[in-house]
Structure formats: structure tokens, C-alpha cells
């Protein structure tokens, strides 16, 4: 394991036992086996450190990458629940740290000084939705008129929003209590998504609408 994975680990435990507040890059580096010097060698700083754990180093992160690829050979009511569910997981583990950051002015705006940096943030979670949605498209399961960049935008927003809900109120404000969630996220916009049967020739033919206008 590399001394950057150690760094991010031991970060990950810290935060989820003792919150993001009262993790010092003192601790980290006792906890990772490192001096603190190594800490911000490898990152620069503390908010540079949250960025890559979101980024990186949260296993809920990787969890979402790995959905995406396992999706893509699924049907696309069935592999978009599996993304959608992993992505619910990911909003509930990182909107913790994210508040706590927001939290101390001065960390984030390391916070998002390190992510404009490094090209990584928030919409990387957004377009890896959008590409996952166009390879279905050319796997001939999306419909060519949907508006790929708005609809990975309503999805990835209303898990947002969801996880926000559940972590202020309660799951039970969620529609049907958060029953099923993902099914009823995705069930509500399969009939824009989905070929319609018997209409696959004419849905290939149509104009594409330019995904980043």
C-alpha cells in the first residue's frame, strides 16, 4: 500500500470516529505511521486532504465507480438502479464531510481550491452519470432524443437532495417513506430514458440533441 492510500485510510477512520472537526493532520499522521510532514507533501493541506478522501479515498466512492462499470452490461431499468443505489450510498457518506468542511470558512475554501486544481469535484460525480447514460445510448438501450446532461443532473440532484432530507427530517419525508427509493427514482424517468418497443428504428433515426449545449 502506497503511503498516500495509508494517508487517505487512516483519514477515512479518523473522520468516522471522531468527525471531521477534530481531525488534525497530527493525528492523521499518527494514525497513518507517518510524519506529518509526509501529509502535506502528499496533499498540501488539510483541505486538499478532504478533497482527495472524497474523491478517492471514501470506499463509497469507489463503490460508485464500480457500478458504473458493472451497470453498463445490465438491462437499463437494472443497471441504473445499481448506480442509483450506489450513489445514494456515496451522498450519505460524503454530506457529512462536506458540511463539516462548509462549516470552517478557511477549509473550504482549501477545500475547493484543491478540487479546481486537481480537475476533481462534484461534477465528476455528474458526468460519470452522463457517460454511463450514453454508452446504454450506444448500446442502443437509451433513447437518442433524451437530454443525457439534464437527465443525469435530475438524478444525481434529486439523490442529493434525498440524502439531505433523510440526514435533516428523516427518511420517512421521503416520498413512500424512501421505500425503494432508487427503483421509484429511476421507475419516474425510464419513460423518457427507454426505447419505446416497436419504435427502435425510429428513435435510432431521430436528431440527438447536443448533450452539451
Not at 447514460?133 to 437530454?147: H, I
Amino acid at each position: 500500500m502506497s503511503m498516500r492510500t495509508r494517508i487517505l485510510e487512516a483519514t477515512v477512520a479518523l473522520i468516522r470516529t471522531e468527525g471531521l472537526l477534530s481531525v488534525t493532520t497530527k493525528k492523521v499522521a499518527a494514525e497513518a505511521g507517518c510524519a506529518e510532514g509526509t501529509i502535506f507533501n502528499q496533499f498540501g493541506d488539510k483541505g486538499a486532504l478532504l478533497a482527495a478522501v472524497l474523491s478517492f479515498g471514501l470506499p463509497e466512492t469507489r463503490a460508485y465507480h464500480e457500478a458504473l462499470r458493472d451497470a453498463r452490461g445490465r438491462d437499463l431499468r437494472t443497471g441504473l438502479i445499481m448506480v442509483i443505489e450506489a450513489l445514494l450510498t456515496f451522498y450519505r457518506a460524503s454530506y457529512p464531510l462536506i458540511g463539516s468542511a462548509i462549516a470552517d470558512h478557511a477549509l473550504f475554501q482549501h477545500f475547493s481550491a484543491a478540487h479546481r486544481a486537481a480537475g476533481s469535484g462534484p461534477q465528476l460525480t455528474l458526468q460519470r452519470l452522463r457517460d454511463y447514460l450514453s454508452a446504454q445510448r450506444e448500446a442502443g438501450r437509451v433513447n437518442p432524443r433524451a437530454d443525457l446532461e439534464v437527465e443525469a443532473l435530475f438524478l444525481a440532484g434529486a439523490c442529493q437532495y434525498a440524502v439531505w432530507l433523510e440526514l435533516v427530517i428523516g427518511a420517512e419525508t421521503l416520498p413512500h417513506g424512501g421505500e425503494s427509493l432508487a427503483e421509484r427514482l429511476v421507475d419516474n424517468r425510464m419513460p423518457t430514458l427507454a426505447i419505446a418497443p416497436g419504435n427502435d428504428d425510429d428513435d435510432r433515426d431521430a436528431p440527438r440533441r447536443p448533450e452539451n449545449s
